[in-house]
């Protein structure tokens, strides 16, 4: 697991080798992970369950995301997505979920619960629905 955190965000793996002493310093930083995916909160019955389920599939699956400028800067801000660029009218951000273990399995664990998929599933459905959330490139995902 401590090669997995290496993989993703610097301050991970940091806070990893400045904690050596620290036994539950993996556990601590697997939690800080969580509660970031879950945007500040503990469980995902009290998270933003729209926010939280874009984060938790755009983990799991390469999404095209077009949302309002609002949205977008909350992934940012509490949802642990990065942003590449702001275009000059400050209108559009180019944000995405790079390739990370530790918070890919993160997403899993969060959906390790039946009820939990279901429910992040369902809003996700919606989201495609009603096109806030398109298909990648080569259209791959079905609904």
């Known amino acids: 697991m401590f090669m997995l955190v290496r993989l993703g965000r610097p301050l991970g793996y940091s806070y990893l080798e400045s904690n050596k002493k620290n036994p539950r310093r993996l556990k601590n930083l697997i ?3 969580k509660i970031k995916l879950l945007g500040g909160v503990n469980d ?3 998270a933003d369950i729209t926010c ?3 984060t938790i599939i755009s983990l ?3 999404l095209k995301i ?3 400028l609002i949205l977008i800067s909350d992934l940012v801000a509490l949802y642990a997505a990065t942003c590449y660029a702001i275009l000059e009218d400050r209108e559009n951000l180019l944000v995405d979920y790079p390739s990370e273990p530790l918070l890919v399995e993160m997403g899993f664990f969060l959906i390790e619960d039946k009820c939990n998929l279901i429910k992040v599933l369902k809003i996700f459905n919606d989201l495609l629905k009603n096109g806030i959330v398109e298909s990648g490139l080569r259209e791959e995902l079905v609904t």
Do not use: D
């Open 52 to 54: 939280t389920s874009i």
């Open 60 to 62: 799991l699956a390469y």
């Open 66 to 68: 077009s949302l309002q």
């Open 44 to 46: 995902l019955t009290h």
């Open 31 to 33: 939690e800080y992970f």
